[in-house]
């Protein structure tokens, strides 16, 4: 797939076939966020993929709107050093915002839909995914075989460009 069609086949995807994806596509998908650029190429990021149905189920409580992670095929956790500084903790957003961009991308171009989700409680999240202490939770994303498959979007709900683009000042 050419990477226009993939952005323009990718939308969120909550409803997922009962099928489970090839790992070596999970792994495409993985590669697709380690590549993913980061300020000062300091790739900040750790990922947690998961596949367990058990897993898959609590990781789905972690955010009030992660309930798509329920019926996912995987997920992955993009973690972050866990930081009080609000200048690293802005970047590390920032990036883990790209890889999981990134992600999404590739996910679209394999045929797979993805949605991401936040992350509410930290102690929650460590207990079900067991990352250590120096690490925070920032996004999760759930994997499968959409129920609708991906096709084109010709008319996205997006504010009109006219509105959006402003041209050498606002």
Not at 15 to 32: C, F, M, N, T, V
Not at 92 to 118: E, K, N, T, W
Not at 123 to 133: D, S
Request: charge should be negative; include cysteine.
């Amino acid at each position: 797939m050419e990477t226009w069609d993939a952005i323009r086949v990718r939308r969120n995807t909550r409803e997922y076939q009962d099928r489970s994806i090839d790992p070596a596509d999970l792994d495409r998908i993985l590669e697709g966020g380690r590549r993913s650029p980061s300020s000062m190429n300091e790739q900040p990021w750790d990922f947690i993929a998961v596949t367990d149905r058990a897993t898959l189920e609590r990781m789905a409580d972690l955010w009030r709107w992660g309930a798509h992670i329920r019926g996912a095929a995987a997920a992955i956790a993009l973690l972050a050093p866990a930081s009080s500084d609000a200048d690293a903790r802005e970047t590390f957003a920032f990036d883990l915002g790209q890889a999981s961009m990134s992600m999404m991308l590739v996910a679209a171009d394999l045929g797979i839909g993805s949605c991401h989700s936040s992350v509410g409680e930290q102690a929650e999240a460590r207990a079900v995914l067991g990352f250590p202490e120096d690490r925070e939770a920032v996004i999760l994303l759930s994997l499968g075989h959409p129920v609708r498959p991906l096709t084109p979007i010709e008319h996205p709900k997006r504010r009109p460009a006219d509105e959006v683009i402003h041209r050498d000042h606002w």
